[in-house]
């Protein structure tokens, strides 16, 4: 079905072709997957952009009809077509729905790269994705900033900032990434998980962990307690001091050039460590992570070893769920405490986790999950898709907010750095006092017998 009413089936073919350039031949979107799509409509329903934009262009079914257009010579990549690529949130809810088993996925991780390589994009644009990709996967670097931005902050700067609005008048982008900055908590300084951290009784593995960037500087308190959950359920903990980004972020965004270089550095901070399992607690991280062996497919010397290292690669909650909590667990409250899980997309549709942190919160005496409605649809986080395209994130962050709170939950449960900043950012602007805590922080608290106290906010819980 040829999808009507769009820009780009409006002009004729030369003016198309004279605004921009087509697919290089350096992987181009499959046409075998692209033929893969019979156009049902199934994927409509739980695509995020469309839902919030309403054109066809904005959907997976239209985007691969625009994939096929270009690769046929009829279309180009193009100020008439990239935005409806860049309005993709890469949430892969599609890829659960299809009927047709179509590897979007595949698809547009294939064509983020062309258009990076292929399509002149604003200044503007640049310097902004120039400042995103310079500074977000190198928490170095992001330190550097953390003091400004903390007296920014404590001289009560930021409220007036905020009180004028005047930022979104110069930049919707630029007022996006200022509106998620959390409080500064005094850990992110300095990295202060030390290199080995012994299993406490016998010990049953040993595992490595990954840090991540954006989360052991702003929420800190998730890697600590991730570190407590593993030794106290007998692990040994290894933690390579040269570690750095695992590329998720560029991955997505289709710096591929970015993205292979800190996998090979991931793999070699990694190397001879003898672990049984590479452990990672935010799920964005962790699809990419597992995507190595595609990342790297062209590189001789690191295809095989990017293969070896996904082979051990695993979330914290799905690497617990298989072997098992021997640790004593303890009530968080006196009476009963009301959870509501949510789903982060490149845990539920990237790597196919749903029923693993579940049962693992199950296993907390006292707790009760409730689900949310349109669970499966994207908070709007998505990366930096909140900075890139901030109207769409801010009603999709605004609908999961809704959702959540909606369950009457005491706790919301998020397993993502980029959720839980997302999700905190709505939960204030809409006034709701409900703390966002990673189910790490949880099973930490439960094997501590830490208890939550009643009308704990997330700014209360060093959570925010």
Do not use: W
């Amino acid at each position: 079905m040829q999808p009507s009413n769009d820009s780009t089936t409006s002009k004729p073919l030369t003016a198309l072709l004279a605004e921009g350039t087509g697919f290089d031949a350096h992987h181009p979107p499959d046409p075998s997957l692209i033929d893969s799509c019979v156009h049902c409509g199934f994927c409509l329903s739980t695509c995020p952009s469309y839902r919030v934009i309403g054109k066809e262009m904005d959907s997976p079914r239209g985007r691969i009809y625009l994939m096929d257009s270009i690769n046929e010579g009829e279309s180009s990549l193009s100020n008439a077509t990239v935005p409806h690529f860049d309005s993709c949130l890469g949430c892969l809810a599609c890829v659960t729905t299809c009927p047709s088993g179509v590897q979007y996925d595949q698809l547009i991780a294939a064509t983020r790269p062309q258009i990076e390589r292929n399509y002149e994009r604003s200044l503007s644009e640049k310097a902004l994705r120039q400042l995103i990709f310079s500074v977000f996967p190198y928490p170095n670097r992001m330190r550097s900033l953390l003091r400004p931005l903390g007296l920014y902050q404590k001289t009560g700067l930021q409220k007036v900032v905020r009180s004028l609005g005047f930022l979104k008048r110069i930049s919707a982008q630029l007022a996006a990434m200022e509106g998620m900055l959390p409080e500064i908590p005094p850990q992110a300084f300095k990295d202060t998980i030390p290199a080995l951290i012994p299993a406490q009784g016998e010990q049953r593995y040993r595992v490595g962990m990954i840090l991540g960037c954006v989360q052991r500087l702003f929420n800190p308190e998730v890697n600590d307690a991730t570190v407590r959950v593993l030794t106290a359920n007998g692990c040994e903990v290894v933690v390579p001091q040269t570690q750095g980004c695992c590329g998720a972020l560029s991955h997505h965004q289709g710096q591929a050039e970015q993205a292979r270089m800190f996998a090979r550095q991931m793999i070699d901070s990694f190397a001879d460590l003898n672990v049984d399992a590479v452990l990672i607690n935010a799920s964005g991280c962790g699809h990419t992570l597992k995507e190595y062996g595609h990342i790297l497919e062209d590189d001789r010397e690191y295809c095989t070893r990017a293969k070896e290292f996904v082979s051990k690669v695993k979330d914290v909650q799905e690497f617990l769920a298989e072997v098992g909590l021997t640790a004593q667990r303890s009530p968080l409250r006196d009476e009963l405490l009301t959870v509501v899980y949510q789903d982060a997309c490149h845990m539920l549709h990237g790597q196919k986790i749903s029923v693993q942190p579940r049962q693992l919160l199950r296993q907390i005496p006292g707790v009760k999950l409730r689900e949310p409605i349109d669970a499966a649809i994207c908070c709007g986080s998505a990366g930096v898709y909140n900075i890139l395209q901030p109207e769409v994130a801010e009603e999709l962050g605004r609908q999961k907010v809704d959702n959540l709170t909606n369950t009457g939950a005491d706790v919301i449960a998020s397993a993502n750095i980029g959720c839980y900043v997302q999700i905190s950012k709505h939960l204030k602007l809409q006034s709701k006092p409900v703390p966002v805590l990673h189910p790490m922080q949880l099973l930490d608290y439960s094997i501590r017998g830490v208890k939550l106290p009643l009308g704990q906010t997330h700014e209360k819980s060093g959570v925010g």
